[in-house]
Protein backbone atom coordinates (compact mmCIF):
# COMPACT_ATOMS: atom_id res chain seq x y z
CA UNK A 1 0.00 0.00 0.00
CA UNK A 2 0.86 4.31 -0.08
CA UNK A 3 1.73 4.44 -3.58
CA UNK A 4 2.02 7.55 -5.17
CA UNK A 5 2.61 8.53 -8.66
CA UNK A 6 3.56 11.28 -10.95
CA UNK A 7 2.95 12.52 -14.68
CA UNK A 8 4.61 12.94 -16.94
CA UNK A 9 8.41 11.08 -15.16
CA UNK A 10 10.14 13.65 -17.63
CA UNK A 11 9.78 17.29 -19.25
CA UNK A 12 10.74 19.47 -22.13
CA UNK A 13 9.45 22.80 -22.39
CA UNK A 14 10.74 26.47 -23.98
CA UNK A 15 11.23 29.24 -21.76
CA UNK A 16 8.03 31.14 -21.18
CA UNK A 17 5.66 28.13 -21.05
CA UNK A 18 3.96 26.32 -18.39
CA UNK A 19 4.26 22.39 -17.28
CA UNK A 20 1.71 20.85 -15.25
CA UNK A 21 2.90 18.01 -12.87
CA UNK A 22 -0.02 15.76 -11.45
CA UNK A 23 0.58 13.67 -8.10
CA UNK A 24 -1.77 11.04 -7.42
CA UNK A 25 -2.41 8.77 -4.26
CA UNK A 26 -3.20 5.32 -5.58
CA UNK A 27 -4.29 3.23 -3.30
CA UNK A 28 -5.41 5.36 -0.10
CA UNK A 29 -6.71 9.12 0.36
CA UNK A 30 -4.45 12.08 0.83
CA UNK A 31 -5.94 15.16 2.81
CA UNK A 32 -2.04 16.92 2.83
CA UNK A 33 0.22 16.15 0.10
CA UNK A 34 3.45 17.90 -0.94
CA UNK A 35 5.73 19.07 -3.25
CA UNK A 36 9.76 19.19 -2.94
CA UNK A 37 12.19 20.13 -5.34
CA UNK A 38 15.70 18.56 -5.55
CA UNK A 39 19.02 19.87 -7.23
CA UNK A 40 21.38 17.20 -7.87
CA UNK A 41 23.45 16.35 -5.07
CA UNK A 42 21.61 18.11 -2.92
CA UNK A 43 18.38 17.70 -0.05
CA UNK A 44 14.83 17.68 -0.90
CA UNK A 45 13.45 21.11 -0.16
CA UNK A 46 9.48 21.65 0.61
CA UNK A 47 8.23 24.01 -1.22
CA UNK A 48 4.43 24.11 -0.61
CA UNK A 49 1.83 21.86 1.66
CA UNK A 50 -1.51 21.25 0.32
CA UNK A 51 -5.03 20.36 1.88
CA UNK A 52 -7.75 19.24 -0.10
CA UNK A 53 -9.87 21.80 -0.69
CA UNK A 54 -8.19 24.57 0.51
CA UNK A 55 -5.38 26.97 -0.31
CA UNK A 56 -1.58 25.55 -0.13
CA UNK A 57 0.64 27.15 2.38
CA UNK A 58 4.08 28.24 0.51
CA UNK A 59 7.44 27.64 1.98
CA UNK A 60 9.39 31.39 2.77
CA UNK A 61 11.43 32.35 -1.11
CA UNK A 62 8.61 30.16 -2.85
CA UNK A 63 6.50 32.50 -5.21
CA UNK A 64 3.02 31.17 -5.22
CA UNK A 65 2.23 32.83 -8.80
CA UNK A 66 5.12 30.54 -10.37
CA UNK A 67 3.92 27.19 -8.68
CA UNK A 68 0.40 27.14 -8.88
CA UNK A 69 -0.58 24.37 -6.37
CA UNK A 70 -4.40 22.96 -6.78
CA UNK A 71 -5.29 20.24 -4.60
CA UNK A 72 -9.01 19.30 -5.96
CA UNK A 73 -9.13 15.87 -4.51
CA UNK A 74 -8.25 13.20 -1.98
CA UNK A 75 -6.11 11.48 -4.71
CA UNK A 76 -4.62 14.36 -7.05
CA UNK A 77 -2.43 17.38 -6.23
CA UNK A 78 -0.85 19.17 -9.40
CA UNK A 79 2.12 21.73 -9.74
CA UNK A 80 2.23 24.16 -12.32
CA UNK A 81 5.38 25.80 -13.15
CA UNK A 82 4.12 28.83 -15.34
CA UNK A 83 6.02 31.37 -17.50
CA UNK A 84 8.93 28.58 -16.78
CA UNK A 85 12.51 29.56 -16.90
CA UNK A 86 15.81 27.79 -17.45
CA UNK A 87 16.36 28.32 -13.47
CA UNK A 88 13.51 26.03 -12.76
CA UNK A 89 15.09 23.56 -13.98
CA UNK A 90 15.16 20.43 -11.26
CA UNK A 91 13.58 17.15 -10.14
CA UNK A 92 9.87 17.55 -8.54
CA UNK A 93 8.64 15.92 -6.34
CA UNK A 94 5.31 15.40 -4.27
CA UNK A 95 4.22 13.18 -1.35
CA UNK A 96 1.21 12.27 0.67
CA UNK A 97 0.35 11.93 4.24
CA UNK A 98 -1.79 8.37 4.48
CA UNK A 99 -4.77 9.14 6.97
CA UNK A 100 -4.99 11.52 9.65
CA UNK A 101 -3.20 9.00 12.42
CA UNK A 102 0.36 8.90 10.98
CA UNK A 103 2.89 11.89 9.63
CA UNK A 104 4.36 9.48 7.35
CA UNK A 105 5.12 11.21 4.13
CA UNK A 106 5.18 8.43 0.59
CA UNK A 107 6.77 9.87 -2.06
CA UNK A 108 5.96 10.01 -5.91
CA UNK A 109 8.58 8.80 -8.10
CA UNK A 110 9.48 12.55 -8.99
CA UNK A 111 9.32 14.14 -12.51
CA UNK A 112 12.61 15.79 -14.52
CA UNK A 113 11.69 19.08 -15.83
CA UNK A 114 13.95 20.50 -18.44
CA UNK A 115 13.37 24.31 -19.63
CA UNK A 116 15.60 25.05 -22.95
CA UNK B 1 15.94 26.41 12.56
CA UNK B 2 15.65 23.19 12.20
CA UNK B 3 18.54 21.29 10.83
CA UNK B 4 19.97 17.33 9.95
CA UNK B 5 23.34 16.89 9.02
CA UNK B 6 24.15 13.06 7.75
CA UNK B 7 27.54 11.17 7.61
CA UNK B 8 29.80 9.85 6.19
CA UNK B 9 28.24 11.76 2.83
CA UNK B 10 29.76 8.52 0.92
CA UNK B 11 30.77 5.24 1.76
CA UNK B 12 31.96 2.01 -0.09
CA UNK B 13 31.50 -1.35 1.49
CA UNK B 14 32.87 -5.04 0.13
CA UNK B 15 29.64 -7.07 -0.06
CA UNK B 16 28.63 -8.09 3.43
CA UNK B 17 30.72 -5.87 5.47
CA UNK B 18 28.56 -4.39 7.81
CA UNK B 19 28.24 -0.88 9.20
CA UNK B 20 26.30 2.64 10.41
CA UNK B 21 25.21 5.70 8.94
CA UNK B 22 24.69 8.69 10.82
CA UNK B 23 22.17 11.50 11.50
CA UNK B 24 22.72 14.09 13.54
CA UNK B 25 19.56 16.43 14.19
CA UNK B 26 18.52 19.81 16.04
CA UNK B 27 14.54 20.29 15.95
CA UNK B 28 12.61 22.43 18.51
CA UNK B 29 10.82 19.59 19.44
CA UNK B 30 10.65 16.09 17.65
CA UNK B 31 7.91 14.96 16.65
CA UNK B 32 9.09 12.15 14.24
CA UNK B 33 12.84 11.12 12.33
CA UNK B 34 12.35 9.44 9.01
CA UNK B 35 14.55 7.16 7.10
CA UNK B 36 14.31 6.96 3.51
CA UNK B 37 15.84 5.11 0.59
CA UNK B 38 16.53 6.97 -3.13
CA UNK B 39 17.96 5.49 -5.90
CA UNK B 40 18.95 7.45 -8.69
CA UNK B 41 16.79 9.65 -10.70
CA UNK B 42 13.95 8.08 -8.36
CA UNK B 43 11.60 9.47 -5.52
CA UNK B 44 12.53 8.59 -1.64
CA UNK B 45 10.91 5.41 -0.41
CA UNK B 46 9.95 4.89 2.86
CA UNK B 47 12.09 2.59 5.63
CA UNK B 48 11.17 3.80 9.17
CA UNK B 49 9.73 6.42 11.43
CA UNK B 50 11.27 6.73 14.99
CA UNK B 51 8.99 8.88 17.80
CA UNK B 52 11.30 8.89 20.83
CA UNK B 53 14.90 8.01 21.81
CA UNK B 54 15.76 4.34 22.66
CA UNK B 55 13.67 3.28 19.91
CA UNK B 56 14.86 0.49 17.28
CA UNK B 57 13.13 -0.34 14.20
CA UNK B 58 14.02 -3.11 11.95
CA UNK B 59 13.85 -4.20 8.38
CA UNK B 60 15.93 -7.30 6.83
CA UNK B 61 19.11 -5.93 6.48
CA UNK B 62 18.62 -2.56 8.47
CA UNK B 63 18.38 -1.47 11.85
CA UNK B 64 17.07 2.66 13.23
CA UNK B 65 17.89 3.66 16.68
CA UNK B 66 17.45 7.05 17.65
CA UNK B 67 18.86 8.87 21.18
CA UNK B 68 17.71 12.47 22.09
CA UNK B 69 20.83 14.34 19.21
CA UNK B 70 21.27 11.40 16.53
CA UNK B 71 19.97 8.49 14.64
CA UNK B 72 21.74 5.38 13.45
CA UNK B 73 20.93 3.13 10.26
CA UNK B 74 23.07 -0.23 10.82
CA UNK B 75 23.44 -2.15 8.09
CA UNK B 76 24.30 -5.82 8.25
CA UNK B 77 25.92 -8.26 5.62
CA UNK B 78 24.92 -5.58 3.41
CA UNK B 79 24.15 -7.07 -0.53
CA UNK B 80 25.23 -4.74 -3.85
CA UNK B 81 21.34 -4.02 -3.97
CA UNK B 82 21.19 -2.04 -0.71
CA UNK B 83 23.50 0.55 -2.69
CA UNK B 84 21.53 3.99 -3.11
CA UNK B 85 21.13 6.88 -1.22
CA UNK B 86 19.93 6.94 2.01
CA UNK B 87 18.48 10.12 3.47
CA UNK B 88 17.46 10.99 6.72
CA UNK B 89 14.32 13.27 7.80
CA UNK B 90 13.03 15.18 10.82
CA UNK B 91 9.86 16.84 11.75
CA UNK B 92 9.38 19.19 14.47
CA UNK B 93 6.28 19.40 16.55
CA UNK B 94 4.98 22.51 15.57
CA UNK B 95 0.93 22.65 15.57
CA UNK B 96 -0.20 22.66 11.59
CA UNK B 97 3.16 22.15 10.15
CA UNK B 98 4.48 19.06 8.67
CA UNK B 99 7.62 20.04 6.87
CA UNK B 100 10.30 17.83 6.69
CA UNK B 101 13.80 18.58 6.89
CA UNK B 102 16.38 16.40 5.07
CA UNK B 103 20.17 16.02 5.23
CA UNK B 104 21.60 15.50 2.17
CA UNK B 105 22.26 11.64 2.61
CA UNK B 106 24.67 9.23 2.29
CA UNK B 107 25.36 7.68 -0.66
CA UNK B 108 26.16 3.88 0.11
CA UNK B 109 27.80 1.56 -2.57
CA UNK B 110 27.88 -2.36 -2.34
CA UNK B 111 31.17 -3.86 -4.17
CA UNK B 112 30.21 -7.66 -4.98
Known amino acids: GAVVSQHPSWVICKSGTSVKIECRSLDFQATTMFWYRQFPKQSLMLMATSNEGSKATYEQGVEKDKFLINHASLTLSTLTVTSAHPEDSSFYIC????????????FGPGTRLTVT | EDQVTQSPEALRLQEGESSSLNCSYTVSGLRGLFWYRQDPGKGPEFLFT???AGEEKEKERLKATLTKKESFLHITAPKPEDSATYLCAVQATNFGNEKLTFGTGTRLTIIP
Open chain 1, 95 to 106: SARRGQNSYEQY
Open chain 2, 50 to 52: LYS
